[in-house]
């Protein structure tokens, strides 16, 4: 069965601190795509990456940075310097090779306080 | 370029109403998803059209809902005798193929008092 899990319900920061927002997952494909999204308090999900199984290569954005280790099935979501327009929720998706449906974690809510 | 758009943005209706959402999808994008999310959720798939055919409705609860999409671009999510459990933000999202990320439209707030 494929699952997301965002242990981290909620997560509060103070501005220019960095935080990690964590994922893990699990599929029984060889083949899949791992995805993060924001979702600002306007609501309208953004996407901001996607990762295809056989690409384990970490990659840096800006602020932005997501590192993921097949061998703990995780992809974990860094910030860097936070700011405030960071705050928003951010979920992190699994599709498998068909890309037929998409997994969804629950999210974790983030506050960047000024 | 315009991006998802779905209407309407509210709609509040009663208990054993029938209602339909709309979804327009990005120009060119073949793929189009339907899901729900309700209050601090995450999206919960519904279904998968991949042109005109539904590729994989295995997410719709039961056979209250329905969806089309009849000339591959403009999609119609139906809820016949809608209950409160039905209530939730529906979300529409297209994209290029099933591979690439998917374009969020802003969601339809159901409301079935």
């Known amino acids: 069965a494929q699952k997301v899990t965002q242990a981290q319900t909620e997560i509060s920061v103070v501005e220019k601190e960095d935080v990690t927002l964590d994922c893990v997952y699990e599929?029984?494909?060889?083949?899949?795509?791992l995805f993060w999204y924001k979702q600002p308090p306007s609501g309208e999900l953004v996407f901001l990456i996607r990762r295809n199984s056989f690409d384990e290569q970490n990659e840096i954005s800006g602020r932005y940075s997501w590192n993921f280790q097949k061998s703990t099935s995780s992809f974990n979501f860094t910030i860097t310097a936070s700011q405030v327009v960071d705050s928003a929720v951010y979920f992190c998706?699994?599709?498998?090779?068909?890309?037929?449906?998409?997994?969804f974690g629950t999210g974790t809510s983030l506050t960047v306080i000024p | 370029g315009a991006g998802v758009s779905q209407t309407p943005s509210n709609k509040v209706t009663e208990k054993g109403k029938y209602v339909e959402l709309r979804c327009d999808p990005i120009s060119g994008h073949t793929a189009l998803y339907w899901y729900r999310q309700s209050l601090g959720q995450g999206p919960e798939f519904l279904i998968y059209?991949?042109?005109?055919?539904?590729?994989?409705d295995s997410g719709l609860p039961n056979d209250r809902f329905f969806a089309v999409r009849p000339e591959g671009s403009v999609s119609t999510l139906k809820i016949q005798r809608t209950e409160r459990g039905d209530s939730a933000v529906y979300l529409c999202?297209?994209?290029?193929?099933?591979?690439?990320?998917?374009?969020f439209g802003p969601g339809t707030r159901l409301t079935v008092l």
């Open positions: 059209f991949q042109g005109t055919g539904a590729a994989d």
């Open positions: 999202a297209s994209s290029r193929s099933f591979y690439n990320e998917q374009f």
């Open positions: 998706a699994l599709s498998d090779n068909t890309g037929n449906q998409f997994y």
């Open positions: 599929t029984r494909d060889t083949t899949y795509y």
